[in-house]
């Protein structure tokens, strides 16, 4: 398998441009047409879907055509920082509405110090109280976020 | 004109305007300096807070962050061979080894002067050409911006970086996401399967956000740090005589370049930079100085680079249509605003359009006096690590994009794009191209609809039309010159995954 794959980006990237773009299709095909001189709500998004899912099937011949010098690989992924990233954010969307704005800032910055390969304790909560007195002033007083917002309920 | 230009100026000069000009001037420049954070990302995250301020103030600071980082990319180029920014590629081949030889401060004066110099001009252009362009674009019907915003969008995927086989897709999806919501004509709803958060679509901020901040902190954490050395001190400022004498005419010649260039959709200050370069090291009597510290290959592509950086607001000003990313983001913030960029602004706005020509002249004056004295200050930022300055993003961007809506799915949401951005850098797509697709899309799409509605539903309407014929033949050409062209303007395969990694425009 790894011998047909030349260029293992091209390969990842025109899949997901493949996916994106058959499910886009499949789903557009539900919504009115309409004619050529009537655009329907479908007109569009069918034509970009198509469009897309045939780039991405290009990307992919490309990726195991015999022309592609040398191999390219994809590269480490970087699991820790991406996880930890994402879980943050996710986190932080799932812990405002509950526990309010200080405590999600905080999570947020806990995910951030996991996301490295090293950090110090004592600088991350240094940053995290700075990132909670400066979100405070900059969001609640300049953007006029309700001040519940901050507390746990 | 004239009456119009002074009177931007009683606009621009209000001790508000000047804050808000200072602190995007300011701010642009540091983060041009500062490596890991573009001004892509910086207007990404200001932008929720800028709907609460003024409508011409907040288009006066992320203007100044937008070419004060263009401004301020070449310290850091010159003085540790690394660029700030994208842009500033270039001026590392000759920047740099005039730091080694002991000459960074004539490098970093020349820098300055140059791009003063290119700013002055590039406002000039503005203030004479985009009134001229707005009234030429009243001709504009349906047809033409459709045409228009086709180009603005394959440009831009013809002129990111890396391959055009990758950079359409992208653009593509961006018009595809763009479609995600009820559509207007119908009420029906798109590509929602029944989420109400999705019913207004999403919000090009979340996928700015997403794509740009979060995956790009993905990816430099997994890049790790590298070694900061910084080449010498910066002793004598002053550039010599024959300095000067061997400037001037690169720096004529980039501004000419740059001007030209940033007015084209998709161009911009990358292109320009790479093109002055050559074009000094085509017509120099020795071309063997260049990458030895040669000053016309510091003098040249600064001047075009900050001259595209000012000129690159044209076509968003006038017509709506946005030249790059980072003028789609702004464009979406004065939509936001209750103000349509387009043939109409100069009229309709001339307190906002003159008050920001105005204000670009006072930002580049500021920028020329920000730049040289506090360069030692600048430099001593660099050392803030990497790990101080990514939670603060993070956090800004989590309740920046909250505060859209008060809606946290919109945060889930962005989260979804960094893990998509993140894969995207892997691949070497460039996110730039999408959020064009995605600001034009609906645009694009009214466009197409009312043009096929006027025609009868004859696609060879773009053909017969005489504006519209000459924008798609300006297309063809522009693509058919770029594409050869951009593999000579590439360079290095390491250059090349240098701007993919950094935010390219």
């Known amino acids: 398998m790894s011998s047909i794959i030349r260029d293992s980006k091209s390969v990842v990237c025109g899949a997901l441009f493949a996916a994106i773009g058959a499910g886009a299709f499949i789903a557009a095909l539900s919504y009115p047409f309409g004619s050529a001189q009537r655009m329907g709500p479908g007109f569009f998004p069918m034509m970009l879907s198509g469009l897309l899912a045939l780039l991405g099937i290009l990307n992919i011949l490309r990726g195991m055509s015999v022309k592609t010098v040398g191999r390219v690989r994809f590269g480490r992924i970087a699991w820790r920082p991406l996880v930890w990233i994402t879980i943050g954010v996710l986190g932080f969307a799932v812990v405002l509405p509950r526990l309010g704005l200080l405590v999600s800032v905080a999570f947020l910055i806990g995910c951030a110090s996991l996301a490295q390969e090293r950090f110090r304790v004592v600088e991350m909560l240094c940053i995290a109280l700075a990132l909670v007195l400066l979100s405070t002033v900059l969001f609640v007083y300049g953007l006029d976020l309700p001040l519940a917002e901050l507390l746990p309920h | 004109m004239v009456s119009s230009l002074s009177h931007g100026f009683e606009v621009a000069l209000t001790w508000q305007n000047l804050l808000f000009c200072l602190v995007g001037a300011g701010f642009g420049t540091l983060v041009g300096i500062m490596p890991g954070i573009g001004p892509i990302t910086t207007i990404a995250m200001l932008l929720p807070l800028t709907f609460k301020m003024p409508a011409v103030g907040a288009f006066i600071m992320l203007a100044g962050i937008y070419y004060g980082a263009h401004h301020s990319g070449s310290t850091t180029a010159i003085m540790l061979n690394m660029p700030g920014e994208p842009t500033s590629v270039v001026i590392c081949f000759d920047g740099h080894p005039m730091a080694r030889n002991g000459r960074a401060g004539p490098a970093l004066c020349i820098a300055a002067l140059s791009s003063f110099f290119a700013g002055c001009v590039g406002v000039l252009v503005i203030t004479l050409f985009a009134p001229m362009l707005a009234d030429i674009s009243l001709k504009f019907g349906p047809p033409e911006y459709a045409v228009m915003m086709l180009m603005a969008v394959l440009a831009t995927a013809t002129f990111s970086a890396g391959s055009l086989l990758k950079s359409l897709p992208m653009a593509v999806l961006g018009l595809l996401l763009g479609t995600i919501g009820t559509d207007v004509n119908s009420g029906t709803m798109r590509y929602t399967f029944g989420w109400v958060t999705l019913a207004d679509g999403i919000d090009f901020v979340i996928i700015a956000v997403g794509l740009f901040g979060l995956a790009e902190i993905v990816h430099n954490l997994a890049k790790g740090k590298g070694e900061v050395r910084i080449a010498g001190k910066v002793t004598g400022l002053f550039p010599t005589l024959p300095d000067l004498r061997a400037s001037w005419k690169p720096m004529i010649r980039g501004t000419a370049l740059g001007s030209v260039l940033g007015v084209l959709p998709g161009t911009g200050p990358l292109i320009s930079s790479f093109a002055s370069y050559n074009l000094e090291k085509k017509i120099a009597k020795e071309p063997a100085r260049f990458g030895q510290g040669a000053i016309e290959g510091v003098a040249g592509p600064e001047s075009a680079n900050n001259a595209a950086s000012i ?57 020329l006096v920000l730049n040289l004295p506090l360069i030692g200050i600048w430099i001593r930022l660099l050392a803030i690590p990497y790990r101080f300055l990514f939670p603060a993003i993070m956090t800004f961007c989590c309740i920046g994009v909250y505060s859209l ?10 989260a979804g794009f960094g893990v998509l951005g993140y894969v995207f850098v892997k691949c070497e797509c460039s996110p730039a191209p999408l959020i064009l697709g995605l600001v034009l899309g609906p645009m694009l799409e009214e466009n197409l609809r009312r043009t096929l509605l006027i025609s009868g539903g004859d696609p060879l309407v773009f053909v017969t039309r005489p504006i519209s014929a000459g924008l798609l033949v300006l297309t063809v050409l522009l693509i058919g010159f770029a594409v050869p062209s951009f593999l000579r303007f590439g360079g290095s395969r390491k250059a090349q995954q240098r701007r993919t990694a950094a935010v390219p425009d």
Do not use: C, E
Not at chain 2, 405 to 414: G, I
């Open chain 2, 311 to 367: 000129t690159h607001f044209i076509p968003m000003l006038t017509l709506g249509i946005p030249a790059g990313a980072a003028m789609a983001l702004m464009l979406g913030a004065l939509t936001i605003q209750g103000i349509t960029p387009g043939p109409a602004l100069v009229s309709d706005h001339p307190d906002l359009f003159w008050g920001v020509v105005a204000s670009m002249w006072l930002g580049n004056l500021m920028l």
């Open chain 2, 405 to 414: 809506r008060n809606n946290v799915d919109d945060v889930m949401l962005a």
